[in-house]
């Protein structure tokens, strides 16, 4: 009998194994078996936590999937929900609409002001028990409330999630205006030796308003998709987001807050920054210079006295002046002794204010706490909690033009 079958299963032709291969693939990627209908799915793109008194609020911006011949609505479409944790408002989103979210998609997570008052981890807890959740997600805090700012229209992308994605481009991360940060690596700054962490901090700048006027209809989709009839007009405020400062934490509560010169520090002392501008006056003059070439560390030296070795060393590009210039000077683009002289005294002041900043917030930007526990378990036990008081920083700047 065995043998029979064998031969029957030999017998078969190839196309039919193809035919069923095809039809499991396509059932599969189509719609899961059948396990996600994608009309009653919520694919939540940004999610934005607030904390209230009797819990947390959740505004979740979610895809909105249309035919092809649909009319498109690019803002999205948002829900809310409230609960005492914010699994409870996940839950209020689905009993209310009959949308099941979906977090596998979703790129950013932002925290209001009041939410990091106290740890934040109760409710950055969901997002890192989810496994659906990828821990790539980035994370940002923001001025006011995550609900405000995700329901803000944006004056240069569809929706909010969409712009303040951009402005977290690994390009911007170059230039050292930023420093963006993901739920795994937060997650590991929070649970470890350190308890310290950062998150970018958000600021909805509004933009001008825009006036729709004409005679005939015209929609504005990418502002939430009103229109205005023949002689009529439309305005909507829209905005910008910068994130240019930097939110710091300890035991998952904000302490402090760096400007975008002490953020820019912070990027040099990582040795991240290969296109960023540094602007310098030299006898009067504006110069801008860009960034060719960074080196940055931060190390902690306990041999004698408890010290942070801070060093950065750059090579740079005359870039632009204020003033016209002799076609050598644009051909040539060095930067005189000078201005490398300027750079570095300029440098030293936004290290110093950096320095400052994390000595006073506790914060342990740069995880030197951990760094002792990893060399020495002992030391790390004598000198925990007095560590960023007891260090001294020595500062080591260094400018060079291109040779």
Do not use: H
Request: some cysteine.
């Amino acid at each position: 009998m065995k043998k029979f079958y064998a031969d029957a299963i030999r017998r078969l032709p190839i196309r039919l194994y193809l035919l069923v291969a095809a039809v499991v693939c396509f059932a599969f990627f189509s719609n899961d078996f059948g396990l996600v209908d994608i009309q009653k799915t919520a694919l939540i793109l940004a999610a934005g936590v607030d904390r209230t008194q009797s819990g947390f609020t959740l505004t979740a911006q979610i895809a909105n999937p249309k035919g092809s011949g649909a009319q498109q609505d690019n803002s999205g479409l948002i829900l809310k929900g409230s609960g005492k944790t914010v699994s409870d408002c996940v839950a209020q989103i689905y009993a209310e609409t009959g949308w099941v979210p979906k977090l596998i998609y979703c790129d950013l997570v932002v925290l209001g002001r009041e939410t990091a008052q106290t740890d934040v981890f109760d409710c950055l807890d969901f997002f890192l028990r989810n496994e659906y959740m990828s821990d790539s997600c980035l994370l940002a805090l923001c001025e006011g409330s995550a609900e405000e700012l995700i329901l803000s229209s944006s004056a240069a992308d569809d929706t909010s999630a969409d712009a303040v994605s951009k402005i977290f481009s690994e390009a911007a991360e170059k230039s050292g205006k930023l420093s963006k940060t993901t739920l795994k690596e937060f997650s590991i700054g929070y649970y470890g030796a350190s308890q310290s962490g950062f998150m970018p901090f958000l600021r909805a700048v509004p933009a001008e308003e825009t006036q729709n006027s004409g005679g005939s209809s015209e929609s504005a989709g990418g502002s939430g998709g009103s229109s205005e009839s023949a002689g009529g007009a439309s305005r909507k405020e829209t905005f910008v987001y910068l994130a240019q400062e930097t939110a710091l934490f300890l035991r998952g509560v904000m302490v402090g807050l760096l400007s975008p010169e002490e953020t820019f520090a912070y990027r040099l002392l990582s040795g991240d920054v290969y296109s960023g501008m540094l602007s310098v006056a030299v006898d009067g003059e504006d110069l801008s210079l860009t960034v060719l070439k960074n080196d940055g560390d931060a190390s902690l030296d306990m041999k004698a006295a408890p010290k942070a070795k801070l060093s950065v060393q750059l090579t740079v590009r005359l870039y632009d002046r204020d003033k016209a210039s002799p076609i050598e000077d644009v051909a040539l683009s060095e930067t005189t002794d000078k201005a490398q002289k300027a750079a570095e005294e300029l440098l030293s002041s936004y290290v110093g204010s950096l320095w400052e900043k994390i000595r006073q917030s506790q914060c342990d930007l740069f995880l030197f706490r951990r760094s002792l526990y990893r060399s020495s378990p002992k030391k790390f036990r004598e000198w925990d909690s007095t560590l960023l008081n007891a260090l001294r920083p020595e500062t080591q700047i260094s400018v060079r033009g291109v040779e």
